[in-house]
Nanobody
Framework: QEQLVESGGGLAQAGGSLRLSCVASGRTFSSSCMGWFRQGLGKERDTVAVISWNGDNIYYDDSVKGRFTISRDNSQNTVYLQMNSLKPEDTGVYYC?????????????????WGQGTHVTVSS
C-alpha cells in the first residue's frame, strides 16, 4: 500500500524553526518528484516547495525563499522541509505529496499521492 506519513509539525514562535519529515512506503520513492504544500484556514492548498527525483531541480514559492529548504534522502525514502525564520503567516496544515516523474511538478493537481498532513502553528 502506497503511503506518505508526515511528522515534525507543532507550535513555534515567530523567528523560530521547525523541520518536517515525510516518509514514503509502497512506492518507488527515488523516481518520484516530491512536494510540500500548505493550506491555511479557509484558504486554498498552495505549493511551498518541490524537489525532483534526484534533487537537482528545486522550486520554492516566493513567500518561503531564503527561509525554507527542501531536501530528500532516497536511501531513507524521506523528504524534509527545514523551516527557519518562521512567520505567523506560515501557519497551516502542511502536506507531503508524490508524483511518479523525473521532471519537476509545481502544481498540486499534478500529484497523485498525499499524506495526511501535519499542523504548523506560528505565534507572534
Amino acid at each position: 500500500q502506497e503511503q506518505l506519513v508526515e511528522s515534525g509539525g507543532g507550535l513555534a514562535q515567530a523567528g523560530g524553526s521547525l523541520r518536517l519529515s515525510c516518509v514514503a512506503s509502497g512506492r518507488t520513492f527515488s523516481s518520484s518528484c516530491m512536494g510540500w504544500f500548505r493550506q491555511g484556514l479557509g484558504k486554498e492548498r498552495d505549493t511551498v516547495a518541490v524537489i525532483s527525483w534526484n534533487g537537482d531541480n528545486i522550486y520554492y514559492d516566493d513567500s518561503v525563499k531564503g527561509r525554507f529548504t527542501i531536501s530528500r534522502d532516497n536511501s531513507q525514502n524521506t523528504v524534509y522541509l527545514q523551516m527557519n525564520s518562521l512567520k505567523p503567516e506560515d501557519t497551516g496544515v502542511y502536506y507531503c505529496a508524490a508524483v511518479r516523474t523525473r521532471n519537476i511538478r509545481v502544481a498540486s493537481t499534478s500529484y497523485d499521492l498525499w499524506g495526511q498532513g501535519t499542523h504548523v502553528t506560528v505565534s507572534s
